[in-house]
């Protein structure tokens, strides 16, 4: 059973960076769409950023994190990567990572993370 594997959260202060990748341990067949969503306390899951299978370039983000956040293809064939840049406290929550393949529709168990002073 193929699984996301995720890395990359902690514990930051505002202004900081961190960066998330998030590798599928086996094959997703073809890639459809890979992105990434985040949970913060006592809210519903919400859309982070993504890109389609035009890869970088067809990338999208949600207003709260355009311009903060930049989302790519990692250096394996099946792994995405959030950069995050000049976090913000409400940026706070859990990060859960998302591919869609011809395989199947697979998520992350997501990771925390945390921007506070």
């Known amino acids: 059973q193929v699984e996301l594997v995720e890395s990359g959260g902690g514990l930051v202060q505002p202004g900081d960076s961190l960066r998330l990748s998030c590798a599928a341990s086996?094959?997703?067949?073809?890639?459809?769409?890979m992105g990434w969503f985040r949970q913060a306390p006592g809210k519903q899951r919400e859309w982070v950023a993504g890109?389609?299978?035009?890869?970088?370039?067809?990338?999208k983000y949600a207003d709260t994190v355009k311009g903060r956040f930049t989302v790519s293809g990692g250096n394996g064939e099946n792994t995405v990567v959030l950069q995050m840049n000049s976090l913000k406290p409400e940026d706070t929550g859990l990060y859960i990572c998302?591919?869609?393949?011809?395989?199947?529709?697979?998520w992350g168990q997501g990771m925390q993370v945390t921007v506070s002073s």
């Open positions: 998302n591919i869609r393949g011809g395989l199947g529709d697979f």
């Open positions: 086996g094959s997703v067949g073809k890639i459809f769409a």
């Open positions: 890109m389609g299978r035009r890869g970088d370039s067809d990338a």
